[in-house]
């Protein structure tokens, strides 16, 4: 089934107005709006939101989209979107370009379309990252497969985020290490230890859906020996590990930098990924000041993965 889409740019004066019209006097099945503001204010978040200018096309003020079935007349709904712009602007308000344009789209159920685009992933000589529902036949006899089916909860080992954490674990692990995976969303990093030769690994994580998809695929795996904690990053946790990964927004990661030494053992290594480039420099400041250093820094694209060390 098709959506006929159609794109309106309009001010911010009748982005109310304009919504009730169109879902309740034309009956559009949904609207969707991209706002000039929200990219404007983006970075007062105190979250890791960046804002790269020249990588977003920002409207001048709001872009507006309506759906509708396919079936609707488009000279029909475009005159009538007229009208009503040219009503609000007699009252004194500002429309904004009232450019329109219509386009159409195919509805889908994007629950389960993105499947089609996640294939197995070589990750590397010794590791492949297989869907559960593709079949794979390693090219070596002594490459170690992760069977996986993320649901909702994030790590596929398609971000670079992901591939970046999993390099660096394959560089630390040269020997049995216990391992603790904060916020380990689909479980990838916590399960990639345990074929890496991890001799212990906990994964921890705040949300359920993780929780859950971590138990799925470790399942899919035939592992049974990863602890698993529903808490936030290291709160409550007891004990000391020889690694410790977070693949997690630099916010987050600043939250956990002050619990890091107390949980990790002499001579222990720490991986983060999930830092922007731009944000670097603060979280090596954050590390310097409680005594830890970057020893091997990993970059792709403009994401940064990190091995940290005490120092000397």
Not at 68 to 77: D, G, N
Not at 238 to 248: E, H, L, Q, R
Not at 279 to 300: C, N, R, T, Y
Request: charged share 25%.
């Amino acid at each position: 089934m098709k959506l006929l889409r159609i794109e309106m740019q309009i001010s911010h004066e009748i982005e109310d107005a304009m919504v009730y019209f169109l879902e309740n006097d034309l009956h559009a099945l949904g609207t969707e709006m991209i706002r000039r503001s929200d990219f404007e204010t983006a970075e007062d978040r105190h979250d890791s939101t960046l804002v790269v200018w020249e990588d977003v096309d920002v409207p001048e003020d709001i872009k507006l989209f309506a759906y509708f079935s396919s079936e609707e007349h488009v000279p029909e709904l475009t005159e009538k979107i007229q009208a009503k712009f040219k009503e609000l602007a007699s009252y004194g308000l500002q429309v904004g370009e009232g450019q329109l344009t219509h386009d159409y789209i195919k509805d889908e159920d994007w629950n389960t379309v993105w499947k089609k685009y996640y294939h197995p992933i070589q990750f590397s000589r010794y590791l492949a990252i297989v869907p559960e529902w593709e079949n794979y036949t390693p090219a070596f006899s002594d490459q170690q497969v992760i069977k996986l089916d993320p649901g909702l909860a994030f790590g596929t080992g398609n971000h670079e985020t992901t591939k970046l954490a999993m390099l660096c674990l394959e560089r630390v692990m040269t020997k049995p290490k216990s391992v603790v995976d904060v916020g380990t969303g689909s479980g990838i990093l916590a399960i990639a230890s345990k074929k890496f030769g991890a001799s212990s690994v906990l994964a921890t994580d705040i949300t359920d859906e993780s929780i859950n998809a971590t138990h799925e695929n470790m399942a899919l795996n035939q592992i049974e020996d990863i602890e698993i904690q529903k808490t936030s990053l290291l709160s409550g946790i007891s004990g000391k590990f020889d690694v410790i990964i977070a693949n997690i927004l630099a916010e987050i990661l600043l939250e956990l930098i002050p619990q890091l030494d107390e949980h990790l053992n002499e001579g222990g290594q720490i991986i983060f990924s999930g830092i922007d480039y731009l944000q670097l420099p603060k979280i090596e400041q954050a590390l310097d000041q409680i005594g830890m250093q970057v020893s091997l820094k990993l970059q792709e694209k403009r994401w940064i993965g990190l091995i940290i060390t005490r120092k000397p």
